[in-house]
């Protein structure tokens, strides 16, 4: 086999991951330590791509907003989508978390901001008492407080949840760890209220309301 013919054989040992082992040569039978590094950068790069490319949040479902435009509401928003941890259908937890850097829009009034933040935290913490919707429409009340839970490393995360009657409400919607939930807010006459919509995502990536 001529020279050319031996390159043309190296290429394509290269093209398929591997190469042989030829005199002189250190590498036995290994990639050179630059096509390992470039295949893991490649790699590295998919798997964040697929991390961040999600479909967009759907939208409220048309029986929420005919409820809420017959209820008299106005200026519906999307609050948060999150999925559901262990603590939010706890029992003993009785409460949602909605963590401040999930929010996706401001939902509260610098008023409404200052009052929840005034006060010490959990049990003594200022509370909001607001209208909840249920994903079967039914109409409830519950409490919204702000809370700064401390962390072993010694940081502090801030979060507002919902309390007092969540575990009502997570039962009668059998709510589960790992589900998809919204949450909306709209308001009444200026008063806040909220929405609870109980979704389920799909094989494609999208999600259905349960």
């Known amino acids: 086999m001529d020279v050319v013919d031996g390159e043309m054989k190296i290429e394509k040992e290269y093209d398929q991951g591997f190469r042989v082992e030829h005199e002189g040569d250190d590498h036995q039978g290994r990639l050179?330590?630059?096509s390992k590094i470039k295949k893991k950068k490649q790699k590295m790069a998919i798997r964040c791509d697929q991390q961040y490319t999600t479909p967009p949040p759907p939208d409220?479902?048309?029986?929420?907003?005919?409820?809420?435009?017959?209820?008299?509401g106005s200026d519906i928003a999307l609050v948060i989508?999150?999925?559901?941890?262990?603590?939010?259908v706890s029992s003993g937890h009785n409460r949602l978390s909605i963590p401040l850097n999930q929010i996706r829009q401001t939902f509260l009034t610098p008023q409404e901001t200052e009052f929840l933040n005034s006060g010490d935290n959990k049990k003594k913490c200022s509370k909001m008492e607001v209208m909840l919707i249920e994903p079967p429409l039914r109409r409830g009340t519950i409490s919204l407080r702000k809370w700064e839970m401390k962390k072993a490393s010694g940081s502090v995360t801030s979060m507002y949840v919902l309390v007092g009657q969540w575990n009502s409400v997570a039962w009668r919607n059998a709510l589960r760890e790992d589900e998809t939930v919204q949450?909306?807010?709209f308001r009444i006459n200026s008063k806040l209220c909220l929405a609870l919509v109980n979704r389920r995502a799909k094989s494609n990536g999208y999600f259905v309301e349960f």
């Open 32 to 34: 050179p330590e630059s």
């Open 183 to 185: 949450l909306w807010s």
């Open 60 to 72: 409220l479902p048309i029986k929420f907003r005919k409820r809420i435009r017959a209820l008299g």
């Open 81 to 88: 989508q999150k999925c559901l941890f262990k603590t939010d």
